[in-house]
């Protein structure tokens, strides 16, 4: 008989099947513009299959519609550079999603930002490798299923903004990073990261942006500019000469 489930694995796992559920409804966003943008219905779905990042999906659509057949290999491109932060998430979560070949097979397929949020946010390991799991495997599944749906109800639903569909990845981001904002050195990588995105996003090729600012907040993280001053040697301190008092 299996060992019952900690309450930090089920929390991991209804936090990963609601994530899921968030991206399921962006991708019909997704398959409709892809539509409206020159794809036909195999195509969307083969790209959601084939490619499964949202990111450089709706980068590579976005660049079609503007540009039609002649700007595939600008769509290209913009789709690479937006996906290159999939193969930095995949050093953060290698020692989360286990051993075995075909495991590490399916974790290159479904590294993506939602399921990286989710298992880096969880306190255990085991609850970690739930939430990488889980979020990946309903996100897959649900993407697919909606980005289908999108597609061939695209030409009639019309613009998908007005749903609300196109703010539902943003929302769901907060929601994992929300609670985590607690010390003024994380607000600050936040905010440095998002001023700078607002700032380039007009001006670079789309992924680009996302790359500048993961720069701007390996920076401010990495200097702790904005965390508490001699935490360190106070640590150091105690260490070497034991309790003061």
């Not at 990963?16 to 019909?28: Q, R």
């Not at 450089?56 to 002649?70: D, H, K, N």
């Not at 999108?150 to 994992?176: K, M």
């Not at 401010?220 to 508490?228: D, E, H, L």
């Amino acid at each position: 008989m299996a060992a019952p489930r900690s309450p930090e694995d089920t929390a991991a796992i209804r936090k990963g099947l609601a994530v899921g559920l968030s991206a399921a409804a962006y991708g019909v966003s997704y398959g409709a513009l892809a539509v409206t943008a020159g794809l036909d219905v195999w195509q969307t779905c083969v790209m959601s299959l084939l490619m499964f990042t949202g990111g450089s999906q709706f980068a590579l659509v976005g660049v079609i519609a503007t540009g039609g057949v002649a700007a595939g290999p600008a769509a290209i491109a913009s789709a690479a550079i937006l996906g290159i932060r999939n193969g930095v998430y995949g050093i953060r979560v290698a020692p989360i999603i286990g051993k075995g070949r075909w495991r590490r097979f399916a974790a290159a397929w479904v590294t993506i930002d939602e399921t990286t949020a989710v298992a880096t946010t969880q306190p255990t390991e085991s609850s970690q490798r739930w939430g990488f799991w889980i979020t990946g495997l309903s996100v897959f599944v649900g993407w697919n299923v909606t980005s289908l749906v999108g597609a061939l109800i695209g030409n009639s639903l019309g613009d998908v903004r007005a749903y609300g569909l196109d703010a539902a990845a943003a929302a769901a981001f907060l929601g994992l990073l929300w609670p985590r904002l607690r010390q003024l050195q994380t607000i600050a990588v936040a905010a440095a990261a998002a001023v700078i995105a607002i700032a380039v996003t007009p001006v670079l090729i789309p992924g680009l942006p996302v790359l500048v600012a993961g720069t701007v907040a390996i920076v401010v993280g990495a200097f702790n500019w904005f965390g508490k001053p001699g935490r360190s040697a106070t640590h150091t301190q105690q260490t070497e000469g034991g309790d003061a008092s």
